[in-house]
Structures are given as C-alpha cells and as structure tokens.
C-alpha cells in the first residue's frame, strides 16, 4: 500500500500490525519506481501514524530510537544482514559510520556489510543511510541525492540542538 502525507508517497508492508517493509517518502514521480503498490485513498489510523513518522524521519525531525518504539516493526532478514542492521541502529542522530568500521566489528567485509544494508526493509528506522565509504557517501537504494538530503538534515537539527 502507497500512503500519501501531504506532497509525499511512502509504500508500506504490514504483517497484521507490524510494519515489515517501507520505502522512504518519495514524490509522486518516484514511487513506483521504488514500489509497486496502490495509493490509499483513505489509510487506516495505523498506516497514517506510521507514514508520518517516516516522513518526520526523513526531515530529521525524529531520532530513529525513538521511531523504533513508536512503531511495531519486524525484522525478516538473514541472521547476517541482522547482525549488520543491529550495528547500524547503534549509530547516533547525525553522525556516520563507515562501511569498514561496521565490517571489522562483525570481522567480515566493507562489501558484505554494504549487500546487508541494501537489503534493508526498514530505511530511516534503521538508519542504514549513516553509513558511508571511507573517502565517498558509498551507495543508498534511493539514490546518493537522497542519502546526502538526509544526512544533511540530520546535521542540521543536530545543531539546532
């Protein structure tokens, strides 16, 4: 399902009332790019509260901690790309860590670590775009433009604070 908040679509997959997969918020003329799915005309309460805290992730107006427990989610990825993404929700608001760092914690690669975090279900609730290469932003299933938004907004509000 496809929930529109304000100029804004963001897919989403419910397992009952778990979240399960989302993209981040895209326009219009992006969506179905990313995701195949129907818009909404009238989202149930759930959909709507989750939507909108997506779209509070992406503008940094949320620490994805808090997310998380906003949000009744779950996890369906290998025990690696779990392990990978346990790592990254230790990531603080507005900071970076880079592939290599992750992949020497789990004694693995910088490149297995980057296949794990393209497979994450959960971008912005796990933050998967905080973690970049060590001389570039390194890669992001959205776009390296999109990466780079939300990263400088996090800077931003991290500032602010």
Known sequence: MIVQINDYFIGMIFKGNRLVRNTIPLREEEIFRFYNGKILDEPNKMCMKVGKIILKLYFADLDDKIARDL?????????FTKKVL????????????SYGDIAKKLNTSPRAVGVALSK???PLIIPCHRVVAKNSLGGYSYGIEKKKFILEMEQIKKRLK
């Open 71 to 79: 949000i009744d989610y779950e996890l369906n990825v290998s025990s």
């Open 86 to 97: 346990d790592e990254v929700k230790k990531i603080k608001f507005g900071e970076t860590v």
């Open 120 to 122: 994450n279900p959960l």
